[in-house]
RNA sequence: UCCUCGGUAGCUCAAUGGUAGAGCAUGCGGCUGUUAACCGCAGGGUUGUAGGUUCGAGUCCUACCCGGGGAGCCA
């Protein structure tokens, strides 16, 4: 029996076996929150009626102790779950001492340190089983749609476009690296089967310590034969409009634990916004843009004498405050600091980003704040086409109406949260390919395969690759792409 | 590599250059419906490291180490 499936066992006598996640009561009567990885339950325990051993455990139990409890299933509108246990028996597996995630806030450092403990924690389970949740349903949407998953190489011989951002390894004496896309050899699997979506690890050695960056993470990639940008679009749109739904539809504990907000995700319908990047250039340089963030400001400026306003009458409170009372003052002093740490940050970057955007030069990739501008004037994914052949990838194609353009696509997920997906269609042509190669000064050698897919039946082809972690930060609404994997790898930090 | 903020009890944080404290956790005691329970008592400190200024340094100065956020960088 788990926890998840109690409600549908009420009057029943039932055992469940999980951890100890909090335990409060009184000299009679024990209330003890058991963890099982399903969910959490209260399991009451009155010394009256339950034997002296089983009062004995519940009453020396620590927090992760590992229990089994025996009881029976009763409602309790209380509960977050709508049920209880009332126990009867209940038996020590495993004792903890002295856990060192007590019920209170915790530093990010000791809590990374700590990250093999803090899955256990409620906001890693809710994260995680939502990443689950749309790991299935990227599954389920590719297979529906008879795409075959294949797996691209981890270890790759040649650094693919620059070699700067790739770790490096010792391949039998040979130079290899960590793959940073799968996209080359996606290619080759849709030659051979159609339409093909890789889904697997990715490696970027970049030294880039912000809220968006992994060194390792989980990219999906599709890859389409027969498919233009066109098309593409229309993938990514209906892939992106199917996991919010499913995220919704399944993960609503998930995400009332997470405090989403779930109206924008209720927006995410069809269709997206498509913008090309020179009308995305004319955007960020806009009146409208500059507006907008001077508006924002000034909110910020606002919010935050009303919270220096709410602290100094907190602090004439606190003399006369009994022992509860000021507890509460002081957890609130502490939110109110964070929350005016971020504003003073924002408040300390806006005015940079206003410029950055109002000085844009058509022909340079965004930064990151131009992405979380540009997306503030959405209120879903917008997705932006046709960019700079320069800023991009020499395999892209060009856009016939136009050679200085790539057909190449982005998707920004809404409220700030920047770049999900990138991706385009591809070059066909061999003499084209060849020309790019020499020009970004690769070794040709090592694209003779890659060239054999446009010397027998070249085909027009399109893709893109979707970041994991990228699209749970959005959906979850979380600050760190960090807080999305199990054991997130960042630049200096490999443990645990 | 650069900018910026920080490092004080196991954890989260206080502390005009003048006796290092609180909450949580731990231990003991109280309480028969608690929701980060509450109430009382107790133990717990090389204030990141190394120097310097000063009658006196957690606080000021210098260097270094570690961490947060951001920039650059980043299909």
């Known amino acids: 029996m788990t926890i998840q499936e109690l409600a549908a066992h009420v009057g029943q006598e039932v055992t469940l076996k999980g951890w100890l996640y909090n335990k409060r009561g009184s000299k009679h009567l024990l209330f003890l929150l058991l963890r099982d990885g399903t969910g959490l339950a209260q399991c009451v325990a ?15 139990a620590t927090q992760e102790s590992a229990l089994t409890v025996t009881g029976k299933v009763v409602l ?9 246990l009332v126990v009867s028996s209940l038996a020590l597996v495993g004792a903890s001492a002295e856990y060192p995630i007590t019920p209170k806030e915790h530093g990010i450092d000791f809590l990374m340190s700590h990250r093999h403990l803090w899955l256990r924690s409620r906001l890693p389970w809710a994260i995680l089983r939502i990443r689950n949740r749309l ?79 992994l060194t390792e993470f989980w990219m999906i ?54 913008i ?5 250039v004319d955007l960020l340089r806009s009146d409208a843009t500059a507006r907008m963030l001077e508006d924002r400001m000034q909110a910020l400026e606002e919010e935050n004498a009303a919270l220096a306003e709410e602290l100094a009458a907190n602090r004439k409170r606190y003399g006369q405050a009994k022992k509860g009372e000021r507890r509460r003052l002081d957890a609130r002093e502490i939110a109110i600091r964070r929350r005016a740490d971020e504003i003073a940050e ?50 892209m194609k060009r856009d016939p109406d136009d050679a200085r353009l790539a057909m190449a696509l982005d998707v920004l997920a809404p409220e700030g949260y920047g770049e999900i997906i990138g991706g ?20 040709k050698e090592a694209f003779e395969w890659y060239l054999d897919l446009r010397r027998f039946g070249s085909v027009p082809h399109a893709g893109f690759g979707l970041g994991l972690e990228r699209l749970l930060t959005w959906i979850g609404g979380i600050d760190h792409v960090r807080e999305t994997i199990p054991f997130p790898r960042l630049m200096g930090r490999l443990s645990p």
Not at 76 to 84: K, L, M, N, S
Not at 172 to 185: H, I, N, P, R, V
Not at 355 to 370: M, T
Request: net charge negative.
């Open 46 to 60: 009155a010394a009256d009626s339950v034997d002296a051993g089983t009062w004995r455990v519940a009453d020396e």
């Open 135 to 213: 790991i299935a349903s990227i599954h389920a949407f590719f297979q529906e749609r008879g795409f075959l998953q294949m797996d691209a190489p981890i270890l790759t011989g040649n650094a693919v476009e620059g070699t700067s951002s790739l770790f490096e390894l010792d391949y039998f004496d040979e130079k290899a690296y960590l793959t940073q896309s799968g996209q080359l050899y996606g290619e080759a699997m849709a030659m051979a089967f159609g339409r093909i979506y890789t889904f697997g690890p990715t490696f970027r050695a970049e030294k880039s310590k912000t809220r968006r960056h």
């Open 276 to 280: 090309s990047y020179t009308e995305a």
């Open 346 to 395: 924002a408040l300390q970057n806006l005015p940079a980003w206003k410029d950055s955007a109002r000085s844009f030069e058509w022909g340079s990739d965004f930064g990151g704040s131009d992405e979380t501008v540009l997306t503030w004037h959405f209120d879903r994914p917008a997705m932006v086409h046709r960019y700079p052949a320069a800023a991009k990838a020499f395999y």
């Open 221 to 274: 990639e599709p890859e389409m034969a027969f498919f233009d940008l066109e098309d593409t679009l229309g993938l990514a749109e209906d892939l992106l409009t199917r996991v919010v739904r499913d995220a919704l539809a399944h993960c609503a504990e998930e995400l009332a634990i997470l405090g989403r907000d779930t109206a924008p995700l209720e927006r995410v319908r069809k269709p997206f916004p498509r």
């Open 424 to 443: 385009g269609e591809r070059a066909t042509d061999l003499a084209f390919l060849e020309e790019q190669i020499a020009a970004h000064d690769l070794p």
């Open 76 to 84: 309790d509108e209380r509960q977050a779950g709508g049920v209880e």
